[in-house]
């Protein structure tokens, strides 16, 4: 079973527990979409974990962000990351490389066999987003992104979005607490957005993240100590708004 992980975004308490709930599934290898860093607390820490645990970790556009000093941040974002890079460059190497050359080194997409790991999406993999087809023009393009675009690969994990659905041909399933468990055919096409496990915003506050066996796709969701992180957040200086909308989770 691997879990595929997204949008931790240096949030310590959210990642740890999530690693914890993994080992208890028998978890065996961890596949990350990106934004392993940016907005919270704790970069070093959650840098270091993705570093020894990751076997695939992808540039998401906060990776982009803290190697080239380019992005169109708004100003608590910005200041977020640019904190972040002064906090990891000044952190031991891990397994003898720094944590930026290890940021610097990701790459934009994986591909393993059937699956596509993005953080944005098949288009623009670094920045675009994986939009809920919200009406039925939307829901028709995806339709036929799905049947033209997803060539070489059935499905698509993507990240960047912070909600977790799946987007299918015959339309958009949304998990909840009552269904979590999908199974996917072999053959059957399928954008997976598995929501943020450090910074979700679909205004559950819930750490989420899915776990795939080949055949059973699961979303989780679990809660971890958000005042923790919030108090965190403003203990570093960043802006209070990072840390109220942990707790509102939007």
């Not at 570093?236 to 939007?250: T, V």
Request: with cysteine; charged share 25%.
């Amino acid at each position: 079973m691997i879990a595929i992980l997204s949008d931790l975004h240096s949030n310590l308490e959210a990642t740890e527990v999530v690693l914890e709930e993994c080992e208890r599934l028998g978890v065996k290898e961890f596949l990350c979409l990106g934004d392993v860093i940016g907005y919270g607390p704790d970069p070093r820490a959650v840098a270091e974990i993705a570093t020894r645990r990751f076997t695939a970790s992808l540039m998401g556009n906060h990776e982009e962000a803290l190697v080239t000093k380019r992005h169109r941040f708004n100003p608590h974002a910005a200041h977020a990351i640019d904190w972040t890079r002064k906090q990891l460059a000044e952190s031991p190497a891990v397994n003898g490389q720094h944590p930026l050359d290890w940021f610097a080194a990701r790459k934009p997409f994986v591909l393993r066999g059937k699956m596509l790991l993005v953080h944005g999406s098949i288009y623009d993999p670094v920045h675009d987003y994986v939009d809920e087809p919200e009406n039925p023009v939307e829901s028709q393009q995806m339709i036929e992104t799905l049947s033209r675009d997803f060539a070489g690969f059935d499905l698509c994990f993507a990240g960047h979005n912070h909600t977790p659905f799946m987007a299918t041909m015959l339309g958009t399933i949304f998990p909840h607490d009552g269904h979590r468990e999908f199974r996917l055919p072999p053959g059957h096409k399928a954008y997976i957005c598995v929501g943020s496990v450090g910074q979700p915003r679909d205004r559950d506050v819930r750490a989420s993240f899915a776990t795939f066996d080949g055949e059973m796709l699961t979303f989780h969701r679990l809660d971890y100590d958000v005042p923790k992180t919030q108090k965190k957040i403003l203990a570093a200086g960043l802006n209070r708004f990072l840390s109220e909308r942990l707790g509102q989770g939007i």
